[in-house]
Each structure stands twice: as structure tokens, then as C-alpha cells.
């Protein structure tokens, strides 16, 4: 079956160290992954794309990997601010019919 | 921040009554999206369009109805509201590149008694 993975348990780090999440798929064949932020009671935001034939991405404090070989994205935040605490969404924009396929995302809580 | 408006973001409504959920957008996007969210969950596509007079199915099942008769306007439809609709509904735009980078509005929070 196709799925998109997230770890739904709520990953803590302390302030000021490097976060990292992690979004796993299964028999998809994604043109892009994208990760967003959601806020509670507020919609996805936006943060970063990352293509098929690209390995990594940078914007700022963020960093995403892809393997398509392992079928996995790593999603890193340096620095780590109280502030970047939220709910981290992976999803998949599949190349067959460029729909947006979501996961479940992980809560990320940054400790003063 | 996205300019995408979604109202009303709370309500709450006994069973049988037709609601509808409104989504607009000044961003001149030809492509729209609802979603269904609940809480720890994924987001499930109900409803999408690819410009005026475009709607379409998404994958979850959904007794709710959409229109697109403007390009900035995609109300949501339920016509008997029942407590299996509680839920967080969420409305989406897109501009037609390649990638669907989705923008996203506040949400409506749905609550059937």
C-alpha cells in the first residue's frame, strides 16, 4: 500500500540544538516533497520544496534532504528557538498526477 | 501571510441544517483545494479546482458539495450537516507552476451536535 510516514510521537529537543524529522513514503514516485509548518488551529504554512534530482536544500536555518533511493527526507532546523515549536508536515506531489499527498506530520516541541 | 480568507473559523450546528463554509482568494490562483483535518491527522483532499466552472472529487468521500463560478470564490456545501462531519475543514490555493506549492487559509472549525 502507498503511505507517507511521519513519527507521530512529539519529538522534544532543548533550545538551541539541531531538530531533526523525518518523513519516509512507500511505493510513490514523488516529482517533489515539500515541508510545511502548522500552527494549532491554523493552517499549513509554506517552508521548503525539494525536487527528485535534488539531494539537499537550504533556506536560512532549514535544511531538507531527499534519497529517493531510501525513500526518505530529513527535515533539520538549526539553532532550534521555542518559536520553531509546531507541527512539521511532509508531502509528496506524485508525478503521475501531480496531487499533493499528505502526511500525518510531528509535533516539535523546543525547550527554553 | 497568505491571502486566503476562510469564514466563519468556529461553528457550531445542530444536525440536519445546510451550511456553507466560505473561501476566498485575491491571489488570482486558478487552482483551489478543500481538506478535511483532524486533530493528529493527516490532511484528506475532498473537493479541488482547476479554475471557474472546474470542480472535482478528492480522494476521501465527502457528502459536501463546492462551486466555482468566480476565480477567487470556492464555498463549500453541506446539505444536511451531521455529527460524522465534525471536523477542521481547510480551503487552499495554488498558482498553476509545477510544483502545487499550496497556500493555505485559517481554517473552519466544525462542530455537529
Known amino acids: 500500500s502507498q503511505k507517507i510516514e511521519q513519527n507521530s510521537e512529539a519529538l522534544n529537543i532543548q533550545e538551541g540544538k539541531t531538530a531533526t524529522l523525518t518523513c519516509n513514503y512507500t511505493n510513490y514516485s514523488p516529482a517533489y516533497l515539500q515541508w510545511y509548518r502548522q500552527d494549532p488551529g491554523r493552517g499549513p504554512v509554506f517552508l521548503l520544496l525539494?525536487?527528485?534530482n535534488e539531494k539537499e536544500k537550504r533556506k536560512e536555518r532549514l535544511k531538507v534532504t531527499f534519497d529517493t533511493t531510501l525513500k526518505q527526507s530529513l527535515f533539520h532546523i538549526t539553532a532550534s528557538q521555542p518559536a520553531d515549536s509546531a507541527t512539521y508536515l511532509c508531502?509528496?506531489?506524485?508525478?503521475?498526477?501531480?496531487?499533493?499527498?499528505w502526511g500525518a506530520g510531528t509535533k516539535l516541541i523546543i525547550k527554553p | 501571510e497568505a491571502d486566503i480568507y476562510q469564514t466563519p473559523r468556529y461553528l457550531v450546528i445542530g444536525t440536519g441544517k445546510k451550511i456553507t463554509l466560505e473561501c476566498s482568494q485575491t491571489?488570482?490562483?486558478?487552482?483551489m483545494y478543500w481538506y478535511q483535518q483532524d486533530p493528529g491527522m493527516e490532511l484528506h483532499l475532498i473537493h479541488y479546482s482547476y479554475g471557474v466552472n472546474s470542480t472535482e472529487k478528492g480522494d476521501l468521500s465527502s457528502e459536501s458539495t463546492v462551486s466555482r463560478i468566480r476565480t477567487e470564490h470556492f464555498p463549500l456545501t453541506l446539505e444536511s450537516a451531521r455529527p460524522s462531519h465534525t471536523s477542521q475543514y481547510l480551503c487552499?490555493?495554488?498558482?498553476?507552476?509545477?510544483?502545487?506549492?499550496?497556500?493555505f487559509g485559517p481554517g473552519t472549525r466544525l462542530t455537529v451536535l
Open positions: 487552499a490555493s495554488s498558482d498553476q507552476g509545477s510544483t502545487d506549492t499550496q497556500y
Open positions: 491571489m488570482g490562483h486558478d487552482k
Open positions: 508531502a509528496l506531489l506524485l508525478d503521475s498526477n501531480y496531487q499533493l499527498i
Open positions: 525539494i525536487r527528485e
